[in-house]
């Protein structure tokens, strides 16, 4: 499945399932389609999120890096933000941040540290 050409934001269908709703965004899914992929509709760990852009052939680097500022991300990235209520995942496309919590961005979320997983193709 290729990377889709323009990102539709998605919200969390629930509060656990941001990984979920990123990858949808991502691959343009259904969040029922990347629930039954992942198996789980609660949080989603690193693990589960390297598992699915596998199966979705989603090329990414296998290097999380952390980030201070905006400028740093390439053109499109997985975001993994620690959050004031928990570890939350995020998606930077197209100098936008696609946040399945807080909507539509043009800066990061709340967060105090940041890292990302450029995605390639």
Not at 42 to 61: G, Q
């Amino acid at each position: 499945m290729p990377l889709v050409e323009k990102v539709e934001h998605i919200y969390e269908p629930n509060p656990l399932a941001c990984g979920q709703a990123v990858l949808a965004m991502l691959s343009g899914l259904d969040v029922n389609e990347i629930f039954d992929l992942v198996k789980t509709e609660k949080e989603t760990t690193l693990k589960d999120m390297k598992m699915a852009l596998l199966k979705l052939e989603i090329l990414y680097k296998n290097e999380r890096v952390e980030v201070k500022n905006k400028g740093e991300l390439p053109r499109v990235a997985i975001l993994s933000l620690e959050t004031p209520k928990c570890w939350h995942w995020s998606l930077f496309f197209d100098d936008k941040f696609y946040d399945p919590e807080y909507g539509v961005l043009t800066d990061f979320p709340p967060s105090n540290r940041r890292y990302f997983w450029e995605i390639t193709g």
